[in-house]
């Protein structure tokens, strides 16, 4: 555990793919709280930002589009990573929700389904991004870090759990990964512990995994940006139109991630 501290934890997530939900995590297995490094913290600028973190308090959360350079940064500091993605069709979903929420300047004046089909095709939306034509290219802006060195890859559909719409079992498998990446303890009443409770919210406090057992904590929904998570939500918001211009931008990604066999769906 001495040595754990000593480490930075780095979550590196796409955006509206399971960044509060990864985090809490962390949270409540760590007892450490996260730093938000912003969408264009790289370079330099990465660098003095980990400089000044404390690793016995808090860990960094981060959409870090990859580069070499950045991953040997994190290298040379020696941290302890992870890499948190979803299914891109959910993600636009939760993205175009979020946008309307939070960014409604951005998208005024269009449709819920004009903002998909946008988030699909073109670059308009993706203001932090601007040189990313579209989720194909958004993606793959990422993607890399799944083969970054000494990496833990999560799936957002194998941590959310049942009330996301995926299974106690893949969840409680998902959080003992999670623990044994840090380097902690695997203590099997510990870990089933959590994932009995990781939905269950009665307060919203974080404990060392240590005292897992003495506690409840909620994963799903602990976060004002948390809007369902429910995995295949895009089958309720996608029109024809929107299906047909994803797979021709897009199909041969949800194949890479294994989200489809083909385009037949």
């Known amino acids: 555990m001495a040595q754990q501290n000593k480490k930075i934890i780095v979550s590196i997530t796409i955006p509206k793919s399971g960044t509060n939900l990864l985090s809490e995590c962390l949270c409540m297995i760590t007892g450490k709280q996260p730093v938000f490094v912003g969408h264009s913290s790289q370079g330099t600028v990465l660098e003095q930002k980990l400089k000044k973190i404390n ?51 951005v998208v005024q004046n269009l449709s819920f389904d004009e903002i998909i089909m946008l988030l699909i095709k073109s670059k308009k939306l993706y203001i932090h991004w601007p040189n990313l034509n579209g989720i194909a290219e958004f993606y793959r802006a990422f993607l890399p870090w799944k083969n970054s060195e000494e ?17 106690d079992a893949i969840q409680f498998k998902t959080i003992k990964k999670i623990v044994t ?22 307060h919203k406090k974080i404990y060392p995994v240590d005292k897992v057992v003495e506690y409840q904590n909620n994963l799903f929904g602990g976060s004002p940006t948390f809007r369902s998570g429910q995995i295949g939500a895009w089958r309720n918001n996608f029109k024809e139109a929107h299906k047909i211009a994803f797979k021709e931008v897009a199909g041969q990604l949800l194949i890479d991630l294994g989200y489809e066999k083909d385009f037949d769906w």
């Open 55 to 105: 690793p016995k308090l808090s860990f960094f959360n981060s959409h870090l589009i990859y580069t070499q350079y950045d991953e040997s940064i994190l290298n040379n500091f020696h941290t302890t990573k992870f890499f948190m993605y979803r299914d891109p069709r959910d993600q636009i979903v939760s993205f175009a929700y979020y946008m309307i929420k939070s960014w409604p300047h």
């Open 181 to 202: 990446h840090l380097g902690l303890d695997t203590e099997e009443k510990k870990i089933r512990a959590m994932a009995q409770n990781i939905n269950d919210y009665t």
């Open 151 to 167: 990496i833990c890859i999560i799936r957002f559909e194998d941590l959310v759990g049942p009330q996301g719409g995926s299974s």
